[in-house]
């Protein structure tokens, strides 16, 4: 079983920068690979990055493409979500999410889940 912990959500003005993170825990702490949801009230979760275990690989809704940058340190067992230049429609709870299967876009296909961060972008 694998936990996942994530942290770094909170307020952040339009264009500016916010990092977020994930702590991964339990039997296998870093081989697997790992992502990042989002939830707005009535919407289903959304893609937003994933990355592999190795961290040679990324993957990013096109929402979010040139903005978002997706990374990992396993010798920290962490991943990260750098979100810089945040719009207003950026407002969701984030979700950390690991070990997918070949479908990683969508959320039916990923194993772990964290609890999620809360993240509201002002104007």
């Known amino acids: 079983q694998v936990q996942l912990v994530e942290s770094g959500g909170g307020l952040v003005q339009a264009g500016g920068s916010l990092t977020l993170s994930c702590v991964l825990s339990?039997?296998?702490?870093?081989?697997?690979?790992t992502g990042w949801f989002r939830q707005t009230p009535g919407k289903e979760r959304e893609f937003v990055a994933a990355?592999?275990?190795?961290?040679?690989?990324?993957f990013y809704a096109d929402s979010v493409k040139g903005r978002f940058t997706i990374s990992r340190d396993n010798a920290k067992n962490t991943t990260y979500l750098q979100m810089n230049s945040p719009k207003p429609k950026d407002t969701a709870v984030y979700y950390c999410?690991?070990?997918?299967?070949?479908?990683?876009?969508?959320?039916?296909?990923?194993?772990?889940w964290g609890r999620g961060t809360r993240v509201t972008v002002s104007s």
């Open positions: 990355i592999t275990w190795t961290g040679g690989s990324t």
């Open positions: 339990g039997r296998t702490e870093s081989n697997i690979p």
């Open positions: 999410t690991g070990s997918p299967d070949e479908n990683f876009r969508s959320g039916r296909a990923w194993r772990f």
